[in-house]
């Protein structure tokens, strides 16, 4: 039973860089896809970068492209996402999911542990 707690969201500009964290407990990244999906006020959650078990990233969301990059740190147990260049439409609560030995879906049906969400603002 993993327990997933997202971080290092925040408020910045148009054009700054976020990076969130993702840290697992009871479980180890090394045997779980993560995904990292962010859900916007009256929208439905949406999928933005996702890594599998063995460590092989799904094609991140056309909108990021590009301006994203996900990553894990084995020794921390720890998943990143770093975003450069933000815009006001990446604005969005964050969540990171996993799902033990799964293959980075970009389908939130899929994964069945999630964190509490980190928010994310950005200013124009």
């Known amino acids: 039973q993993v327990q997933l707690v997202e971080s290092g969201g925040g408020l910045v500009q148009t054009g700054g860089s976020l990076r969130l964290s993702c840290a697992a407990s009871g479980g180890s990244f090394s045997t779980y896809a993560v995904g990292w999906f962010r859900q916007a006020p009256g929208k439905e959650r949406e999928f933005v970068a996702g890594i599998s078990w063995g460590g092989v990233k799904a094609p991140y969301r056309d909108s990021v492209k590009g301006r994203a990059t996900i990553s894990k740190d084995n020794a921390k147990n720890t998943v990143y996402l770093q975003v450069n260049s933000l815009k006001p439409e990446d604005t969005a609560v964050y969540f990171c999911?996993?799902?033990?030995?799964?293959?980075?879906?970009?389908?939130?049906?899929?994964?069945?542990?999630w964190g509490q969400g980190t928010q994310v603002t950005v200013s124009s």
């Open positions: 999911a996993a799902k033990l030995y799964g293959v980075g879906r970009t389908s939130a049906a899929s994964y069945d542990y």
